[in-house]
Nanobody, 127 residues
């Protein structure tokens, strides 16, 4: 199993954009992996934002981010991203990435939270 590390968080005004990165180490992501982005605030439990299989397969987006967030993969860099546009104050959270081997669907992966987490990267959106 790989380890993951997030980067790219920051402070932006509403309507702004950020691109988060998640780099895997200790192994190579391949078609056996499912990866995803999650977020958590002190008031809410950790929730899946977007998940996808490293190989072919569907991608899941949580309803509130559809049309604004895009998950993408760079196979050569063993890295995946979350591009966030039109950010809203309610997107403020600690964002975590995860990557696990298994046959879970992207929807299933985003709806479970027993994953190997990175340390998180904070996103703060001001109004």
């Amino acid at each position: 199993q790989v380890q993951v590390m997030e980067s790219g968080g920051g402070k932006v005004q509403a309507g702004g954009s950020l691109k988060l990165s998640c780099t895997a180490s200790g192994g190579t992501l391949d078609a056996e992996y499912v990866v995803g982005w999650f977020r958590q605030t002190p008031e809410k439990e950790r929730e899946g934002v977007s998940c996808t299989r490293w190989g072919p397969g569907s991608t899941y987006y949580e309803d509130s981010v559809k049309g604004r967030f895009t998950i993408s993969k760079d196979y050569a860099k063993n890295t995946f991203y979350l591009e966030m546009t039109n950010l809203k104050p309610e997107d403020t959270a600690m964002y975590y990435c995860a990557a696990d081997e298994g046959d879970m669907t992207s929807y299933g992966y985003c709806h479970t939270t027993s994953h190997r987490w990175g340390q998180g990267t904070p996103v703060a959106v001001s109004s």
